[in-house]
Nanobody
Framework: VQLVESGGGSVQAGGSLRLSCAASGYTYNRYCMGWFRQLPGKEREAVAVITTAGSTSYTDSVKGRFTISKDNAKNTLYLEMSRLKPEDSAMYYC?????????????????????WGQGTQVTVS
């Protein structure tokens, strides 16, 4: 199983970025997927989660600004980020796992155990 993120970078406050996560090596459409972020020395935070059926959930701080989506044909997960704030700066990771192994498939319950990408840095100034 391989997850490869891309699309991070530096942007001014108020700007936008789109992160991508290319997945391979497993039955993509059976897995819950999500985006997490982490600052040095802090715990990893779930940002957005998408179910196999396409239902989405978000942490409160990004609601209305971030959109998670996936393209099953391309085995790719996306995170559209708009109206970015300096506090959105972090390393962003995508993750995937089967719902029954990860506690569920929603913000607050999705705790993937097995499959993580290497991360992509987002810096908002």
């Amino acid at each position: 199983v391989q997850l490869v993120e891309s699309g991070g970078g530096s942007v001014q406050a108020g700007g936008s970025l789109r992160l991508s996560c290319a997945a391979s090596g497993y039955t993509y459409n059976r897995y819950c997927m999500g985006w997490f972020r982490q600052l040095p020395g802090k715990e990893r935070e779930a940002v957005a989660v998408i179910t196999t059926a396409g239902s989405t959930s978000y942490t409160d701080s990004v609601k209305g600004r971030f959109t998670i989506s996936k393209d099953n044909a391309k085995n790719t997960l996306y995170l559209e980020m708009s109206r970015l704030k300096p506090e959105d700066s972090a390393m962003y990771y995508c993750a995937a796992d089967l719902p029954f192994l990860s506690g569920g498939c929603a913000i607050g319950s999705f705790h993937p155990r097995r499959h993580w990408g290497q991360g992509t840095q987002v810096t908002v100034s």
